[in-house]
């Protein structure tokens, strides 16, 4: 099993930034992929960016060049940097890893971001 754990959200203006982290817990050995979506009321969950356990990265398009993954594998925590926030940022985030050979998948129990003036 894997637990995880997100910190970091808050209530920023439009144009600051924010960082989360996601710490890891339990069989953190079997983990394979570890990634940030996010829920904005009335709409679907999205993945917004992920990274291998090799460091691969992938980000949604609507953040590209704003955010970043990155991850320290010592800590066995996940950050997300997010740079010139948008409103429409606004939305709990949640981190996800997929583990073991049958990618099982454990979440977070989120943290509320909200980009308003």
């Known amino acids: 099993q894997v637990q995880l754990v997100e910190s970091g959200g808050g209530l920023v203006q439009p144009g600051e930034s924010l960082r989360l982290a996601c710490a890891a817990s339990g069989s953190t050995f079997l983990i394979t992929v570890m990634g940030w979506y996010r829920q904005a009321p009335g709409k679907q969950r999205e993945l917004v960016a992920s990274i291998t356990n090799g460091g691969t990265t992938n980000y949604a398009d609507s953040v590209k060049g704003r955010f970043t993954i990155s991850g320290d594998n010592a800590k066995k925590t996940v950050y997300l940097e997010m740079n010139t926030l948008k409103p429409d940022d606004t939305a709990v985030y949640y981190c996800?890893?997929?583990?073991?050979?049958?990618?099982?998948?454990?979440w977070g129990q989120g943290t509320q971001v909200t980009v308003s003036s």
């Open positions: 996800n890893a997929a583990y073991g050979r049958l990618r099982l998948n454990a």
